[in-house]
């Protein structure tokens, strides 16, 4: 790739109007690799209407009292649910009341660090990341749920935290397999098109590709343009989004990385 300029297209979701941390982490790093940053959201996150929350809460209450004793696990079905938990005080304060029995699991080691931190702000439960029930394969479905079912309580409720919209991935797979499940979806993902891309060489074009949802969009949107989404190279740390990407595009390229952070994500472009 001699001569040819890299520049990598952070497709973090955007909360409201504001861009995302993961986006400002990686345009902040850019330049001690020369890389391009191109911060571009699929997705503009959006809190659910009144009575959106007023459902999740009253679908909570409805299957478990506050005093109730059963073991409790909220899973994030994304990455994204931490972020927007920690904008609906009703639920973490519905969270807080049964705490003494909550435990957590998260589809990756960054969606787990998030929930931590969300929790320990807002108050829910200090618990360090380690804790939280993760799969060995970022984003495998399938090992998560077999390592829920191993560790699951008698009469265990599983809240899982997801959009209102989401086609429910997890959640389905987790019923299927016999788990009690309260999926609360509370907030909304809306489609946002990809930033113009002219004057970016597409053969040193990456694409973030974060979870399983954002590949479609990220196709359609790049073909909107005009570029091949077979020669523009994804990268992510979910094996799952990376069997997805070489389904829809079998000529693509997909690098792997061990974690999601910029400073791993840039070094493993850098040296590709």
């Known amino acids: 790739m001699l001569n040819i300029k890299e520049t990598l297209i952070v497709t973090a979701p955007a909360w409201a109007s504001r861009p995302s941390l993961l986006s400002l982490d990686f345009s902040r790093l850019s330049a001690d690799y020369q890389i391009d940053i191109v911060n571009s959201p699929l997705f503009r996150l959006e809190m659910g209407n009144d009575a959106v929350r007023r459902r999740v ?15 409790l696990t909220v ?14 005080d009703e639920l973490c304060l519905a969270l807080k009341l049964r705490a003494n029995r909550i435990k ?10 998030s929930l931590s931190e969300v929790c320990h702000i807002k108050d829910i439960a200090k618990f360090h990341h380690k804790s939280v029930a993760i ?27 997801e959009p209102c919209a989401s086609p429910g991935y997890l959640a389905i797979k987790m019923i299927s397999a016999g788990l009690r499940v309260i999926r609360l979806g509370y907030y909304m993902m809306q489609p946002m098109p990809l930033v113009p891309l002219q004057g970016v060489d597409p053969r040193g074009l990456w694409m ?3 979870d399983i949802e954002s590949v479609k969009p990220a ?7 005009g570029i091949n989404p077979s020669k523009v190279r994804w990268i992510g740390n979910r094996p799952s989004v990376g069997a997805v990407i070489k389904h829809e595009l079998p000529d693509a390229t997909w690098l792997n990385v061990l974690e999601l952070k910029p400073h791993v994500v840039l070094d493993a ?4």
């Not at 679908?59 to 073991?71: M, V």
């Not at 899973?75 to 609906?88: I, N």
């Open 57 to 71: 809460l009253r679908e909570l209450a409805d299957w478990d009292s506050i005093k109730n004793k059963t073991a």
């Open 75 to 88: 899973v994030c079905a994304s990455q994204d649910g931490p972020d927007a938990l920690e904008y609906f």
């Open 104 to 113: 957590f699991a998260a589809l990756d080691s960054e969606t787990a660090m």
């Open 135 to 161: 799969p060995k394969i970022a984003g495998s479905m399938n090992e998560l749920v077999s390592q829920l079912m191993r560790y699951e309580e008698e009469r265990e409720f599983f809240l899982v935290l």
């Open 208 to 210: 973030l590709a974060m």
């Open 219 to 225: 196709i359609v949107e790049l073909l909107r343009q």
């Open 269 to 272: 472009i850098s040296k590709s």
